[in-house]
RNA sequence: CGGGAUGUAGCCUAGCGGCUAAGGCGCCUGCUUUGGGAGCAGGAAACCGGAGGUUCGAUUCCUCUCAUCCCGACCA
């Protein structure tokens, strides 16, 4: 009677909880806001890293490391940035036991630090482009926190790039935007709207923020992962300017974006259930876990036949067998749910007499009979199939609380009875965002890419004509 | 930072102004078991979140404090 997760529909909150504590994903740390990322949990931040980080080199980034201090002064230089970071930001003010002539910032971004680099680095137009990548922990002070959403310390990647042209920069920050859709969506099995945010939910410091955002089960949007058009503020704040091929000298033109720990939040809000926690093949740690089952009498058999078939699969897949003699076939089956790993092979001495094996699949928990010699090519076949069915039924519970309004009655609604995405008209003013969100709760989360010819609507809440097809939800 | 809730063994909980602080889960030992969270027997483990106060006596009552969770405002 060990694990108790609370029911989805009982307690939303306190589900995600018990789900992260059942999966010994992580823990609370004896620091307010911070969280200990237990090694399962960090086993799929590492695969989410190797994924992403092979994305990365792909698209010719390099990785390097900045440090996490940063002088008060650099944080300061940019305008908006300041303004936006100054009330998250923990400050040192003591080393060595003496005070600090200058404070230093613990990094919430490294934007400062990597631009006050970036001028020592970047003389000529063949310096460019600059395309850098790192893999870092960043402090924000959070007053609220919730495991892996929102912690005062988290791990991310923030890629930093300049360039020689505007448009470069920004064919860079939409560019990397796909990387993030195309890595949530075929390796994380989470279907995301990638768009622009609005001007009141974009990065400070940036010209435009682009967004993946994603619905989770509870119909709240989650952002995903952001990609900024840094135009030429930081290089302007930094002063970090280049001479183009005509000998004249220009301000350098930036991008960032970056993901963080929040994905594994997101992965498990999109595709967990009751049981517990739900993970795609392609990032579980363990693909497959085998449970055999005997009895005295034929326990020598039954273990000869399971390690013999681990020995085959190991090969192919990322596999560990559950053959502990102390805990029952049930507690296994149990915790190999509770852990999210995506199938499981019962092996007890029906399969040894038959030559067979017993397959349970996570996502639907189905079971089916296969042959011994038919194991590794259904298994492999079964999880794509997995895969894929997580991805298509996050796709399905989006479409389903999606809805396309034009009457704000409906809006205020469906936002009080079951949130979802509303996609409607905005006019483009701050005061009907603000009076959207101070009534509903509801925020643009983006406004979506590639719908830019669908026939403009007049805006939600003034009626005036829409600039823009909206997505409105509310979000973590 | 406001509102609410909770702090008793690793976890969940019971308890009462007074005797050795009780139970379940987990853990350890042994035996027995194993097809959906097994059984029996024995065992270890708690300065009752912290400080102060009331009292002959406080885990229990009072005050303060700290921590965590939930809800709000703010944010990836």
Known sequence: ???????????????????????????YSPVKGCMVIRPRGYALWENIQQTLDKMFKDTGHSNAYFPLLIPESFIKKEAEHI??????????????????????????????????????????????????????????????????LRTTEFLWQEGHTAHASQAEAHEETLKMLFVYKSFAEDFMAIPVLAGLKSESEKFAGALQTYAIEAMMQDGKALQAGTSHDLGQNFAKAFDVTFQDQAGALQHVWASSWGVSTRLIGALIMTHSDDKGLILPPKLAPEEVVIVPIFKNENKQQVLEYAHRLLKQLKTHYRIKIDD????????????????????????????????????????????????????????????????????????MFRKENTHELTDYKEFKRIMEDKPGFVESGWCGSLECEAKIKEQTKATIRVIPLGREDDEPKKCIYCGNPGQYLAVFAKAY
């Open 1 to 27: 009677m060990a694990a108790k997760i609370t029911p989805r529909g009982k307690d939303y909150s306190q589900w995600y909880i018990d789900i992260i504590m059942e999966a010994k994903l992580a823990d």
């Open 83 to 148: 303004e936006g970071f100054s009330p998250e930001l923990a400050v040192v003010t003591v080393g060595g036991g003496e005070k600090l002539p200058e404070p230093l910032v613990i990094r919430p971004t490294s934007e400062t630090i990597i631009w006050s680099m970036y001028k020592k680095w970047i003389q000529s137009y063949r310096d460019l482009p600059l395309l850098i990548n790192q893999w870092a922990n960043v402090l924000r002070w959070e007053k609220r926190t919730r495991l892996f």
């Open 324 to 395: 502990d003699e102390a805990s029952s076939p049930g507690w296994k089956f149990a915790e190999s749910e509770v852990q999210g790993i995506p199938v499981r092979i019962e092996i007890g001495p029906r399969e040894v007499n038959e030559n067979k094996l017993q397959l349970a699949r996570r996502d639907t928990g189905e079971k089916l009979q296969i042959n011994y010699s038919e194991a590794v090519d259904t298994i492999k076949k079964l999880l794509e199939d997995i895969q894929n069915n997580l991805f298509h039924r996050a796709l």
